[in-house]
């Protein structure tokens, strides 16, 4: 297949969370599988590898202007990596805030991203047949497919990934629904309102084909008023295509038997080390 995974944060490029680890190591796994996998993340200042020009002068829609940016790729990681080079948007400290503070302009940052990510995918000509998406800084992506005028991802189905729910993108409808240029239709409790606000997340709940969360424990929980955070009732309406799939860890990385990170070595076989490890 090919698929197209689409992430604010991506190790080894950038990274505040689990999330990252999850981006990083999927498209390798497909790649060894056999898939053509491609990762899509914002060009971060914070991203230092040396990168490879690919399009220039791209440009999307953003509440009445034309907004212009880079694909930029990257291939050292066993997999094509592309890089949504944005300077307005993305070439400044922190990834989503800074001092504590989210960066004021958040909604306009990731509105952008999940177009650029489309527009993106039709000038390399890669026509995916899934887009995972992951949390709500990508989860615009499958509200644009089903509402927009897409014919170039006419086959394209959409998963979305829930890392952590309490993370919406809750955004103003004053400034959020001008920059998603769908139309005020959207903004219903079957869309994407939520108490007021317009939710990038809830975007995603509402239409992509698939949904997942990082382990089967926490599609259980989700669905819950505990841990649902007031989008329990959409979850349960799409309980159907909910899965739980369980975060894994890389052993080739995470191996105390081969780790050099380690003051000793240690395996099943050999736990002297694991005791030099604990004093």
């Known amino acids: 297949m090919k698929i197209l995974l689409a992430a604010s944060e991506v190790v080894p490029y950038a990274k505040t969370g ?13 790649t060894a599988l056999g898939h053509d996998a491609r990762l899509i993340m914002p060009r971060y200042q914070e991203v230092q590898q040396p ?9 999307v829609e953003l509440g009445g202007e034309r907004v212009s940016f880079d694909l930029l790729e990257d291939s050292s990681q066993g997999y094509t990596a592309w890089f949504v080079d944005c300077p ?4 400044r400290e922190g990834l ?7 960066h004021p ?7 952008f991203f999940g177009k650029a990510i489309l527009a993106s995918a039709e000038a390399m ?4 047949d899934i887009i995972h998406a992951h949390d709500w800084q990508t989860a615009l992506v499958p509200l644009l497919l089903k509402r927009g005028e897409y014919p170039f991802f006419a086959k394209t189905a959409t998963v979305l990934t829930i890392h952590n729910l309490a993370y919406m993108g809750n955004f103003p409808p004053e400034v ?8 005020e239709g959207i903004f219903t409790a079957e869309g994407i309102e939520y108490y007021g606000k317009a939710n990038l997340l809830k975007a995603g709940l509402t239409a992509a084909d698939l949904l997942t969360t990082v382990s089967r424990r926490y599609a259980e929980e989700i669905l819950t008023h505990e841990f649902g955070y007031g989008l329990e009732g959409v979850l349960t309406r799409r309980q159907a295509d909910l899965h739980g799939v369980l975060n894994g860890i890389d052993y080739s990385l995470w ?12 395996s099943a076989e050999y736990l002297t080390g694991k005791t030099l490890c604990k004093k």
Do not use: C, H, M, W
């Open 18 to 30: 689990g999330l990252a680890d999850v981006a990083g190591a999927l498209p390798g796994q497909f």
């Open 51 to 59: 990168l490879t020009l690919l399009k220039s002068d791209l440009s």
């Open 88 to 91: 307005r948007f993305f070439d």
């Open 96 to 102: 989503y805030q800074l001092d504590g503070e989210d």
């Open 105 to 111: 302009d958040n909604a306009a940052r990731f509105i």
């Open 125 to 128: 000509g890669f026509p995916p």
């Open 176 to 183: 959020a629904l001008p920059l998603i240029g769908l139309g």
């Open 255 to 266: 191996n105390p038997a081969t780790a050099e990170e380690l003051p000793a070595n240690f």
